[in-house]
């Protein structure tokens, strides 16, 4: 294993290597045969890049959806 020492506050919006995603292959997380290996492999801070990126995401998809029963709602009380 390396000698990987992480940032001494790791996870927040401070920390640049939450914003810089430089170097980085994809990698299928969502196998759980590899999630391991990839959590051994890459450091900290990017496996909670890609969980943020993704929280964001799933954010997003959801205010979208609100936004649309919304609009539905709106259209059948007309």
């Known amino acids: 294993m390396s000698g990987f ?8 919006s401070k ?3 939450m914003n810089d995603a ?4 994809e990698a299928a997380i969502r196998d759980p045969c ?9 450091p900290a801070y990017a496996l909670a890049r890609k969980i943020k990126e ?3 995401k799933r ?3 959801q205010a979208a ?3 649309l029963e919304e609009e539905k ?6």
């Open 65 to 67: 959806e609100k936004k």
């Open 15 to 17: 920390d640049p290597r």
């Open 22 to 25: 430089t170097g980085e292959g």
């Open 59 to 61: 954010d997003d998809a």
């Open 5 to 12: 020492r992480p940032h001494p506050l790791p996870f927040t």
């Open 73 to 78: 709602s709106t259209k059948a009380q007309e």
């Open 54 to 56: 993704k929280k964001h």
């Open 34 to 42: 590899l999630f391991p290996c990839y959590v051994a492999s890459e």
